[in-house]
């Protein structure tokens, strides 16, 4: 099968290279003697510059109170190389490899050893005379024994394997015998509770993750999109693996002169295609997926997108009596879909509790497990907040294909699954710089689509027909896109202006209101950055201090919000929300010295970094910094969502009052839709670090 593996990887990439060099031949050549780039025919030097980098990251206490440690270990050596080519190409490189040593050097939190025993509340339980609320992992108030001897449903299959290691028979008796499903074992060990770093969750729904990499414990492993799946060299050494990734860039390009003096302009091979104007956060700049995994949203967009396997062609038509430069370029991602890399469960860098999610949900699915209240003894008081206190709930041992992630869908590559950008870019008379942007492509993130068909219903064996399964199968939707972008001076104030603005048509939210789960809603994104070198006496009486804002505005249209009986239900993301970004970053000491501090506000989350650092440059070859990474969280209630655990899907059981079909009642927690409404900010407050860097060119 490797074999298999290795010789498709081959064959794609050879079929990559001749759709590159054979789209180069469509451009017309000026001059008869032009031909395809040669490497080794040019009599022009090598360009080679290498790099080494260590990153070394220490994190405090996390919100269980554990002091997290060594949080990165990475040391990366990077290959810049140039050189120019026959008949006017030109071929540039890079190349990078990393080795991440936290894996090792901190196997307790991040590698073998990371976690351990759980234990769910099930906070009625004291109530029917159990002398605690907290209920071990495999040992959940409602299983296989309990439904069958208190509640009489002998035909049950709550319950899964958490005590013998292989795989045993069910040993319920189901009326279909196609739900007696083998249970495979899922011991309580190598676990921790969804989103425990950063927060809790009581009287809220609890799922148990495992976070140890996948050749160590494999549950929950799957590839989402090039991450997922990975054991611990792969995330040890990164960009090893079947993707070529330690291949940053490798193109060619070529500029043609036209007769009438106009040109065109073709890039062919691995690269990034830069769209946008700001920084941390996208708007145009969606063409290449990111890696959240390696540093968050906090690396530099050039050191975290993944370059894909591109065309691009530009027509440049010059200067006409409306405007100083004009150009129409065309960009054909031809590479297979890749989404962003949020970053697996048990990885330092975890993109809103995306991974341990995705992880956690699949696990449920495959092998079942405990999950904390769940089963409703006393209902909610109607008007009150969801959470401690109003409520009691069971913690629920599920069987596995009862709730949980199904499949993964992964487009597979195909001339309709490549992406095509158009962009139409000049400079006004003025001086103002303008791009018009078109792009259709496939949605970086994944979306959850609950299915109503093939789940298990656990209190009668059958599997069954209904709607609000908390039962998915992960898709990434086609996205289309309209936006454009400008940057002008205003000379007398000494400030740069960058505006962007994109309308997109596709996407999918999260959405209780529905059956399905989730809507397609258009959505309006927008930034404006403004920059400003400034004397600032009492910093630099000689050299000026960058000032640099960002303010980034998202509308979703059509959002969905309703009033049930214990809460809202709908769509988790926010209708409207506003970031802001600062940048302050002074020179000193002829620029040798530079302390800069990043300010982000995500204004609906509450949530709120700082980020300080000093570089040094010591010399030509060697700068080192150190720096520090704090957020905060005003209050974690405002992110509650609902969480369907009262979606009433195998009515009448789990029936609430005034409940008569499907459909959630409003209950609300954190886990697991609360993670979006807090961001990448909120969802990470509880990960301070401390940071030292050294680079050096050798």
Known sequence: MHKQKRGSLLRQTATMLSLCLAAATLVPPAHA??????????????????????????????????????????????????????????????????????YRLNKDEYGENAGGAVALESSAAPLLGAPSSM??????????????????????????????PGVIANPATPLNPAALIPLAY???????????????????????????????????????????????????????????????????????????????????????????????????????????????????????????????AEYRMGASDT??????????????????????????????????????????????GTVGNFANVVPPTPGLPSGAGNGAFLSTDFGPHTIGIRNVELPDWSFKNTQLGIKWEGV????????????????????????????????????????????????????????????????????????????????????????????????FRSVIGLDRPTMISWINETEATLISGQLFYQHIFDHELYDRPYGKVGMGDWANNFIGTMLIRASLWNARLNPQIVLARDFKAHAFAVAPSVSYRYSDNLTMSVGANFKFLADDKRLYV???RDSGSFLPYGQYPGQTGPGAFGLSGLVPGGAFRAGPIGAAWREDEIQFNLKYKF
Not at 67 to 77: C, Q
Not at 145 to 157: H, I, K
């Open 428 to 523: 006004t008379a003025n001086g103002v710089s303008f791009s018009l942007n078109g792009l259709t492509y496939r949605s970086q993130l994944p979306s959850l689509h609950m299915f109503n068909t093939g789940a298990i219903n656990p209190f009668t064996g059958a599997i069954v027909d209904t709607s609000n399964l908390i039962a998915f199968d992960l898709v990434y939707p086609r996205v289309s896109l309209l936006g454009g972008s400008a940057d002008f001076q205003i000379p007398e104030a000494s400030l740069a202006v960058r505006l962007e603005a994109a309308l997109t048509h596709g996407e999918e939210f999260g959405n209780s209101a529905q059956a399905s789960g989730y809507s397609k809603n258009r959505v």
């Open 135 to 164: 209920t071990p992992y495999g040992q959940g108030t409602v299983n296989n024994a309990t439904a069958a001897g208190l509640l009489g449903l002998t035909n049950n299959v709550f319950g899964f394997n958490s005590t013998t």
């Open 33 to 102: 003697e032009d031909s395809l780039p040669a490497l080794g025919e040019s009599s022009s030097p090598w360009k080679v510059d290498v790099f080494y980098e260590n990153a070394t990251y220490f994190r405090g206490k996390d919100n269980t109170g554990d002091r997290v440690g060594l949080s990165k270990f990475r040391n990366t050596l990077q290959a810049e190389a140039d050189k120019k080519l026959s008949d006017g190409w030109a071929f540039h490189g890079i190349f990078r490899g990393t080795f991440d040593g936290v």
């Open 186 to 312: 899922s011991p309580n060990q190598g676990l921790r509770l969804m989103f425990d770093r950063w927060a809790t969750n009581p009287n809220g729904v609890q799922v148990a993750v495992p976070v140890r990499p996948c050749n160590v414990d494999s549950r929950g492993c799957v590839d989402f999109g090039g991450y997922g799946d990975k054991k611990q060299s792969e995330l040890e050494a990164p960009e090893f693996n079947n993707k070529l990734d330690f291949i940053r860039e490798f193109y060619v390009k070529k500029t043609y002169d036209l007769d009438d003096g106009k040109q065109v302009f073709v890039k062919l091979g691995k690269q990034q295609v830069v769209w946008g104007r700001t920084d941390l956060f996208r708007v145009l700049d969606v063409i290449n997926p990111v890696d959240f995994s390696r540093n968050s949203i906090y690396d530099e967009l050039q050191d975290i997108r993944i370059p894909m396997w591109i065309l691009q």
């Open 642 to 644: 609902a969480d369907q």
């Open 323 to 368: 405007f100083q430069d004009r150009n129409i370029s065309v960009v054909w991602n031809f590479d297979q879909f890749r989404p962003n890399n949020l970053g697996q469960c048990g990885t330092p860098n975890v993109a809103l509790d995306a991974g341990c999610i995705l992880r956690g949900f699949k696990t449920l699915w495959d092998y079942g």
